[in-house]
Each structure stands twice: as structure tokens, then as C-alpha cells.
């Protein structure tokens, strides 16, 4: 659990140093935004880092470890897509998801 946990704060703070400038920051000099962007991922890591070496140390392989940051990616960009972005969510976007999940349950079958 706590892996997934870091896992899901990291990928907050990806999404948000992603595109948080999509929305009302487009006209800030992009220099200005890079390093908003940078000071933001920074966090990131300081949580993704920590997430995999519990994930790994605790027997998740790294396959398991990316694919579960994929779904959990998803997962937070689709809410902040339709929250922050005000962009509909459509059935190929929940479509591609249900792809993402079906491959994770993959890696975690007989584990």
C-alpha cells in the first residue's frame, strides 16, 4: 500500500508539472514555465524514487512497478484533464484505460 501511495502523490505532481500551464499559464514565457515545470518534478521524484525501491525491495518486479505508474497515471490524468482542463472524458479514453488495468492484472496474475 504504501507503494502505491507514493506512487499516486508522484504522479500528482507529474500531471500537475505537465500541464498545469495548459491552463492559464500559456502566456508565461516558456524559459519561466520550464523551470516551474522543473521545481514541481522535483517533488516528483523525491516521491517516484523511494516508491520503486519499496516496490522493488518488497518483490514487485519493475515491470509490475511501471505498469501499475502507468494506471495510476492514467488514472490522475483523467481527472485532471476533466477537472483542471475542462476536457470532456470520452468512451475511447475509458476504453484505453480498461487496456492499461487489463495489462497490469497481467503482471500481478500468480504473484
Keep these: ?17 505537465w500541464y498545469w500551464h495548459l491552463k492559464g499559464g500559456m502566456d508565461k514565457p516558456l524559459l519561466t514555465v520550464i523551470l516551474i515545470s522543473w521545481a514541481i518534478a522535483l517533488v516528483e521524484y523525491c516521491l517516484a524514487v523511494p516508491a520503486n525501491r ?13 505498469v501499475a505508474q502507468e494506471a495510476i497515471t492514467l488514472t490522475v490524468f483523467g481527472v485532471f484533464m476533466v477537472l483542471v482542463l475542462g476536457e470532456p472524458l470520452h468512451w475511447r479514453h ?15 496474475v500468480g504473484k
Design 1 to 17: 500500500m504504501p507503494v502505491l501511495l507514493l506512487l499516486l502523490a508522484s504522479n500528482i505532481f507529474m500531471t500537475i508539472a
Design 54 to 66: 519499496l516496490g522493488y525491495a518488497s518483490g514487485w518486479s519493475g515491470g509490475q512497478l511501471k
Design 94 to 108: 475509458l476504453a484505453a484505460f480498461a487496456c492499461i488495468l487489463a495489462a497490469a492484472g497481467f503482471l500481478f
